[in-house]
């Protein structure tokens, strides 16, 4: 689930005030939601889409969730998230310190525009969701900007992928493979201010 909500927060983009307030309750509603669907068994193949085998998620469930519950396990630096849902679009901000990110980089030339930022600084991102049918779930990340200034793709892979080493996977998370939605889910569709989880 880790991996998922970060591939959600980095495929997004701002969108100015919130839409919706944090609350702890929320947080645990999402997690329950997350706990029901172990005990669900898949739907049958052709029924996916139905909404009796629709697991409904909103914005604020899923900002709430992030903030309160995943926040702690999150890369170093990364804080006051906000995801917002378009259809088959993301968008979020958030803050990132740049100072924790150019120690993941390394040497950055002095053209590179993250080389011009330090400390703490909002960083906006976009990109569009690719919904799949088996389990899996994709990320097309279109723009990113920090600080008001334009970030190449490349650099925003470079970034994640540092961020996200551990022993178990020393190349980090690669923004642009598939990733595995949470059993039984079999497609997310996202939709103006909530996603629905197909089983």
């Given at each position: 689930?880790?991996?998922?909500s970060?591939?959600v927060?980095?495929?997004?983009?701002?969108?100015?005030?919130?839409?919706?307030?944090?609350?702890?309750?929320?947080a645990?509603?999402?997690?329950?939601?997350?706990?029901s669907?172990?005990?669900?068994?898949s739907?049958?193949?052709?029924?996916?889409?139905?909404?009796r085998?629709?697991?409904?998620?909103?914005?604020?469930e899923?900002?709430?969730?992030?903030?309160?519950?995943?926040?702690?396990?999150?890369?170093?630096?990364?804080?006051?998230?906000?995801?917002?849902?378009?259809?088959d679009?993301?968008h979020?901000t958030?803050?990132v310190?740049?100072?924790?990110?150019?120690?993941?980089?390394?040497?950055?030339?002095?053209?590179?525009?993250i080389?011009?930022?330090?400390?703490?600084v909002?960083?906006?991102?976009?990109?569009?969701y690719?919904?799949?049918?088996?389990?899996?779930?994709?990320?097309?990340?279109?723009?990113?900007?920090?600080a008001g200034?334009?970030?190449?793709?490349?650099?925003?892979?470079?970034?994640?992928?540092?961020?996200?080493?551990?022993?178990s996977?020393?190349?980090?998370f690669?923004?642009?493979?598939?990733?595995?939605?949470?059993p039984?889910?079999r497609?997310?569709?996202?939709?103006?201010?909530r996603?629905?989880?197909?089983l």
């Amino acid at each position: 689930m880790l991996r998922m909500s970060l591939a959600v927060l980095l495929a997004a983009q701002a969108a100015g005030t919130p839409r919706t307030a944090l609350s702890k309750e929320q947080a645990e509603a999402f997690a329950q939601k997350l706990e029901s669907l172990r005990d669900r068994p898949s739907s049958r193949p052709g029924k996916s889409g139905d909404a009796r085998d629709s697991v409904i998620v909103t914005e604020g469930e899923i900002n709430s969730y992030v903030n309160y519950t995943l926040g702690p396990t999150l890369p170093a630096g990364l804080s006051d998230i906000e995801i917002q849902l378009d259809r088959d679009r993301l968008h979020a901000t958030g803050s990132v310190d740049m100072d924790e990110v150019k120690k993941e980089i390394g040497n950055l030339s002095p053209w590179n525009p993250i080389s011009l930022l330090s400390g703490q600084v909002p960083v906006e991102l976009s990109g569009r969701y690719l919904a799949a049918e088996d389990g899996f779930g994709r990320i097309e990340v279109q723009e990113a900007r920090a600080a008001g200034v334009n970030i190449p793709i490349a650099m925003v892979e470079q970034m994640v992928a540092g961020a996200t080493r551990t022993s178990s996977d020393p190349d980090g998370f690669d923004i642009h493979a598939p990733f595995r939605l949470p059993p039984p889910v079999r497609r997310v569709r996202v939709m103006p201010g909530r996603a629905l989880l197909d089983l």
